[in-house]
């Protein structure tokens, strides 16, 4: 399954499913529909605790909140002709697949490629920092530039994992259990400001710095995290090119190493690193007007817009 979430007429982002490249469905709505037909006077409240709109939500509610989603689409596609539950792709504002996660976890210095042109030594560890949720961004957001605060705008494709439910001190073995699905991120970092002190954080967190979609894929979608291609282009220009079986410490290891750390949480994002390639070790950094593409195979890809900001 792919989720997403989706804006109509300005409303708030709900979530939606994307059933092909042009269709979305919202489940809840649909599930609605569904409900009221079957004579159900209470559609309303039994849909929003069943099927919530809000995609933190809808995946803390596990495999219920998944099967019931499909009932639901399988009931707007059967009723496609009379249905308000389904939206073409092109008429609504497509937004993050996951709002206000309580945890952004990212690694650092996780591929090997990267290590080396970051001239580092390979860590014994995963190197982790964070963002906040306020870099969230949608799948084809523009990024607004600040010259006056950062000259050296970069660029890090990466695969993110979502977690499905909670859990602490996780065995590798049993880490895909909590992985909830994956989608595509862009870790834009402020390498002058990640750099002014040995915290990475400021650099890193940047509003709108972590443009993510265009899905969430469910686990069950992707057999094997570590087996896809990852590229990033800048104005059609290939500045990565890597394999997610390239990284040094893989999603199963992530998971175990966090969950000793700290409790995952349903909805939590993990960033996994970046390849070689990025903009620090070619100085080539981010302009007004280039254009970010991140595309990782099974899930889909994200593009970004640099624009310079007015500051007055």
């Not at 309303?44 to 509610?61: G, K, R, W």
Request: charged share 25%; hydrophobic share 40%; aromatic share 6%.
């Amino acid at each position: 399954m792919k989720l997403l979430t989706y804006s109509e007429n300005n409303h708030s982002l709900r979530l939606g499913i994307l059933v092909d490249e042009h269709t979305i469905i919202d489940p809840q709505l649909a599930y609605i529909e569904q409900l009221k037909q079957q004579g159900q006077k209470r559609a309303i409240e039994i849909a929003s605790a069943l099927l919530p709109a809000n995609p933190v939500e809808f995946i803390a509610s596990g495999d219920v909140a998944l099967q019931k989603a499909k009932e639901a689409i399988d009931f707007a596609l059967g009723h496609s002709v009379e249905t308000s539950a389904i939206f073409k792709k092109d008429r609504v504002k497509i937004g993050p697949p996951v709002l206000k996660p309580n945890k952004i976890i990212c690694v650092g210095l996780n591929y090997k490629n990267h290590i080396i042109e970051m001239k580092r030594d390979f860590p014994a560890h995963p190197v982790i920092f964070a963002k906040f949720a306020t870099a969230i961004a949608a799948p084809n957001d523009i990024f607004l530039l600040n010259s006056d605060l950062t000259k050296k705008l970069d660029y890090e494709a990466e695969l993110a994992f979502v977690i499905g439910k909670e859990g602490k001190n996780i065995k590798a073995e049993d880490a895909l259990d909590y992985v909830y699905g994956y989608t595509v991120a862009n870790d834009i970092t402020a390498r002058d400001m990640q750099k002014r002190t040995i915290q990475w954080l400021q650099g890193k967190t940047l509003d709108n710095s972590l443009p993510l979609g265009p899905v969430l894929v469910t686990k069950d979608e992707i057999s094997n995290p570590h087996g896809l291609d990852i590229s990033l282009t800048v104005n059609g220009e290939v500045r990565q090119k890597s394999n997610t079986e390239q990284l040094l410490f893989n999603v199963n290891h992530l998971v175990e190493f966090l969950s000793g750390i700290c409790t995952l949480e349903p909805g939590d994002i993990v960033c996994t690193g970046t390849p070689g390639g990025v903009g620090e070790a070619q100085n080539k950094f981010l302009q007004d007007g280039d254009v970010v593409k991140v595309e990782i195979s099974g899930i889909g890809a994200i593009e970004t817009t640099i624009k310079e900001e007015n500051v007055s």
